[in-house]
């Protein structure tokens, strides 16, 4: 088992910066692949960026060049510095683990919201 507690949301006006941070703890020797993911309100789940236990990291094109992906392994713990918001990265942001020979598990979510 793995449990993941994602904080870092909140109120930002365009063009400022959050950092989103994901805790994470149980099983997390058998993580191999952790990512970020978003939902607008009623629109469907989509993939922000993700981050490989050896530090290869990949980026949506809607992210690119503005947000990074990070992770603290003797924190256990992943970030998202995302800079230059724009209203629609407004969305809930959930972390997500994927575990070997374990399993896929989720945060529960922070919100994000960018407005001026």
């Known amino acids: 088992q793995v449990q993941l507690v994602e904080s870092g949301g909140g109120l930002v006006q365009p063009g400022g910066s959050l950092r989103l941070s994901c805790a994470a703890s149980g099983s997390i020797f058998s993580i191999s692949v952790m990512r970020w993911y978003r939902q607008a309100a009623g629109k469907a789940r989509e993939w922000v960026a993700l981050?490989?236990?050896?530090?290869?990291?990949n980026y949506a094109d809607s992210v690119k060049d503005r947000f990074t992906i990070s992770r603290d392994n003797a924190k256990n713990t992943m970030y998202l510095q995302m800079n230059s918001l724009k209203p629609e990265d407004t969305a809930v942001y959930y972390c997500r683990a994927d575990a070997s020979g374990v399993g896929t598990y989720w945060g529960q979510g922070t919100q994000v919201t960018v407005s001026s």
């Open positions: 981050i490989t236990s050896s530090g290869t990291t």
